[in-house]
């Protein structure tokens, strides 16, 4: 079981069962629907942008556990950075989950999203990690197609 | 299931005295990738609704057709060309005597239910559809009977109209009738439904259809691993299988089609081998099979689903029967046991599939943990969004069993699904 226990680790679970900022924020500057079409995995996400600081982030959506952890995990972490902050953690992310199984992780820059590290052993799984960052990612880039992971 | 339960009580009480009992543990001898080990656990493999296993007679058919006498077909004056085109074609008789049709030539060799259903859709459909006219699906339609369909009639300005299903999972037959008019053209139903095991009753949905001089075609792809199908008695216009569903090649399958209709509908692909000849101002086409049959085929995929038709008629449909539907029975009872599971699909014929959902656990994350457990089962919506929206559910975890499964790989499903409520607890 250790295997799970890397993918499913608590900080996982807390953040499926409770996830935060889970809603709507009605006057968004910015907003995204990013979808896994052969999961039916779907998010919305709401992210308010002053200057160059993100201000506020929302997501709503369905999903499995580490899709939903991770966009709590993202949406906790990118509020209050600026904009190239997240898109650089997004790249920090992407390389931790989907550079294979022996990876390397910046848990410095990181912090908390380490939490999904064990994600690169899973394959078939991270794209469900990933689906919240590629949505951010659109929703920053004003990108008017919903963002995809496939 | 349908042929058995359709029987009068007397026969089906003489057949049980008499029916032959599957021998499970000699007929996994003949898959060699059953008797794998994962992660020091047996292989539990239970994705036989998104592809099937193969016994090694298919295996060997497919290796000596390359080995032995590969050449392409129908062209060659060559004894080897004439040896490969006598196997391929021996193979059309094959699947013409599987499905019970009248005539080999109303067989087409092509990819499986999906390029079927491409073909009726653009060369009956593009043909026979106008503005307001209307195609008839059901709800419970595989995306392969739902896309094609949409695009000829955005094409031509027709119009879907979907025959709804119960809660259970049954297509309700009353509305069926009431949506066919002067405007239907066509009806294409799934025989047995992918993500619910639903047998619908085709044989009666035909007739209705047939009352009102509307052709009906069936994608069979689930039926043909589970039953016999005969598609005089069914009377079916169109029927279309996967290989790969039934224990044969991926890359094969067959339409058959009345002679009369196909004959009458034009090619669905230009290229060689459906030609009888060309010249710059005007090409004419080759007769049935060949005209739909463009381009050097899968050789080796016919003669290897051959092979696995010659493999399922050395069984027997009754043993077959008697062993899935205790199977399933004996899946959707242990996994109700489990708190919190939910077994969709509660139609009264169905074939051995148990699709289910967990509360507060995404199919998903059940398909990860399964899997570490040496199970394989399939999670995702299959390719029925549709489905998915009409039960409410985002996705499912489905277990779907073929002849070679076993009560112990139950005990094994049902085992790992408990492990989910470990590891989310």
Known sequence: M???????????????????????????????????????DDITLYVTVEGNVIKDVGFQGKGCAISQASASLM???????????AESLFRAFHDMVAGGPDAPADDKTLGKLAALAGVKRFPARVKCANLPWHTLHAALTGSDEPASTE | ????????????????????????ERVRTDFPLLMQHRDGKPLVYLDNAATTQKPQVVVDSVKQYY??????????????????????????????RFVNAAQPHEIIFLRGVTEAVNLVAHSFGRTSLVAGDEVVISAMEHHSNIVP???????????????????????????FEGLISAKTKLVALVHVSNSLGTINPIKEMVAIAHGHNVPVLV??????????????????????????????????????????????????QGGGEMIRSVCFDKTTYAPL????????????????????????????????????????????????????LHVLGTAKEKASVASFVLDGVHAHDIGTIVDKEGVAIRT????????????????????????YNTREEVDALVRAVHRVHEVFS
């Open chain 1, 2 to 40: 250790a295997d799970l226990k890397d993918l499913y680790q608590q900080i996982v679970l807390d953040h499926n069962r409770a996830p935060r900022n889970f809603k709507k924020i009605p006057n968004a500057s910015h907003t995204a629907e990013g979808t896994n079409p052969l999961c039916g």
């Open chain 1, 75 to 85: 949406t906790s972490t990118v509020k209050g950075k600026t904009t190239e902050e």
């Open chain 2, 1 to 24: 299931m349908t042929m058995v339960r359709q029987a009068s009580a007397a026969a089906t009480a003489a057949r049980t005295a008499a029916q032959p009992m599957l021998d499970v």
């Open chain 2, 67 to 96: 080995e032995g006498y590969n050449a392409n077909i129908h062209r060659g004056v060559y004894k080897l060309s004439q040896q490969a085109t006598d196997a391929y074609e021996a193979a059309r008789v094959k699947l013409q």
């Open chain 2, 149 to 175: 369909w949409q695009i000829v009639c955005e094409a031509t300005r027709a119009r879907l109209r979907i025959v709804p299903m119960t809660d259970e999972g049954e297509l309700e037959l009353d509305e």
């Open chain 2, 219 to 268: 994608d069979g792809a689930q039926a043909t691993p589970h039953m016999a199908v005969d598609v005089q008695d069914l009377d079916c216009d169109f029927y279309a299988l996967s290989g790969h569903k039934m224990f044969g090649p991926t890359g094969i399958g067959i339409l058959y089609g009345k002679a009369e209709l196909l004959n009458a509908m034009p090619p669905y």
């Open chain 2, 289 to 340: 099979p060949a005209k739909f049959e463009a381009g050097t085929p899968n050789i080796a995929g016919a003669i290897g689903l051959g092979a696995a038709v010659d493999y399922l008629n050395g069984m027997s449909w009754d043993a077959i029967h008697a062993h899935e539907d205790d199977l399933l029975r004996y899946a959707t009872e242990s996994l109700e046991t489990i708190p919190g």
């Open chain 2, 380 to 403: 995702g919506h299959h390719c029925t969004q549709p489905v998915m929206e009409r039960l409410g559910v985002p996705a499912t975890a489905r277990a779907s069993f073929a002849f």
